[in-house]
């Protein structure tokens, strides 16, 4: 599934868990993606792979495990250095660049 609020961005909705989601948010030009709060790196990957999108960053609310689990996999998958990007007051597994109120990406 995904919905598109604009026509220069789109959203994949990717169910996890029971009562749980993540989100592919992809810039369609370029196929880029931002993974948002990965609790199964595995469907995130195969989400990314079956839409053919290459995700460059992982971006993380809160540091709840079922937002976060999957980071980790989602790399080794990926095979490459991904920015996961998390709050500097979250404690986020496998953050590697923390954001600040204001802060741009």
């Known amino acids: 599934h995904y919905v598109s609020a604009r026509n220069d961005v789109q959203v994949h909705i990717i169910p996890c868990m029971s009562d749980n989601y993540s989100y592919l948010v ?3 030009e370029t196929n880029k993606a931002a993974a948002v709060d990965v609790s199964d790196g595995q469907l995130v990957y ?18 709840h495990w079922d937002h976060c689990a999957g980071n980790y ?20 597994y496998c953050a590697n660049h923390r954001v600040h109120d204001g802060d741009s990406l």
């Open 26 to 28: 992809v810039d369609p």
């Open 46 to 63: 195969d989400t990314a792979e079956k839409h053919n999108l290459k995700i460059t960053h992982i971006l993380t609310t809160h540091g």
């Open 73 to 92: 996999r989602l790399q080794q998958l990926i095979g490459s250095k991904l920015v996961i990007v998390a709050s500097a007051d979250e404690s986020v």
